[in-house]
């Protein structure tokens, strides 16, 4: 790592070697400028990932933050791991983390897809 943040003995934050940032939640800013990007197609149909996740997003408060950190709504690396393995890493050992943004896009492609079949539906 580049740089590492630790509080309370639990890393927080890592700037790492491969241009990546690790953080305790997500709140990062990322490059999607047309002129930054060569694109190569279109994106797979990942329906049936987001179908599969029913049932995995929890309710959860990290066990070290404080009370007025409140309660988050998602995905347990681990349960993530059982869908798309690629989408999770080693956040700090024995820790896993995940993919945020790749994880996030996946779930974005989705939705033109489902509203565009709703509205065949609907026509129907």
Known sequence: ?????????TERITLRSNGGLANFQGNDFNLSDA????????TADYTDFVEALDGKYKRF??????????????VT???????APELVGEFA???????SHRYQERINSVVPRLIKRIKALEAQ
């Open 93 to 99: 050992p024995g820790l896993k983390g995940v993919y």
């Open 1 to 9: 790592y580049f740089f590492q943040g630790v509080g309370n003995a």
């Open 77 to 83: 690396a681990q349960d993530l791991e059982l869908l």
């Open 35 to 42: 002129n930054a990007k060569r694109i190569i197609g279109l």
């Open 61 to 74: 408060v990290y066990r070290d933050a404080p009370p007025e950190a409140g309660e988050i709504d998602g």
